[in-house]
């Protein structure tokens, strides 16, 4: 399954305060937990980073109590089920082609 993370900065703390808890929790090693692909992790200005993961869905459990653990504190995280639209696009554009002839 893949899921797409939203974590928000607190913006309460500046960014020396964000990169000290963050460290403290061992985030940059400890998420994603084991087991998944970071398919993309981009930062979204005014509102945080954006993680999508992919991963068996059987270690979503884990996927949230690395965020529980790491996190918390720092970021507020919004999750959505996501996936690969790419190739539903091209399919439909394709087909869309063949009908109208282009």
């Known amino acids: ?33 084991n087991g ?7 930062v979204a200005m005014g509102i945080g980073q954006i993680v999508t993961l992919r991963f068996p869905a059987c270690n979503l459990n884990e996927v949230n109590v690395e965020l529980e653990r790491r996190a918390w504190g720092v970021f507020s995280t919004e999750f959505y ?11 439909l554009k394709r087909e869309s082609n063949e009908r109208t002839g282009r």
């Not at 993370?5 to 400890?30: K, P």
């Not at 996501?82 to 539903?88: A, N, S």
């Open 81 to 91: 089920p996501t996936y690969d639209f790419l190739p539903v696009r091209e399919r």
């Open 1 to 33: 399954m893949m899921i797409t993370v939203l974590l928000r900065h607190d913006q309460t703390q500046h960014l020396e305060q964000i990169q000290a808890s963050l460290e403290e929790r061992d985030w940059w090693n400890g998420f994603p937990p």
């Open 36 to 42: 998944c692909e970071i398919v993309s992790w981009v």
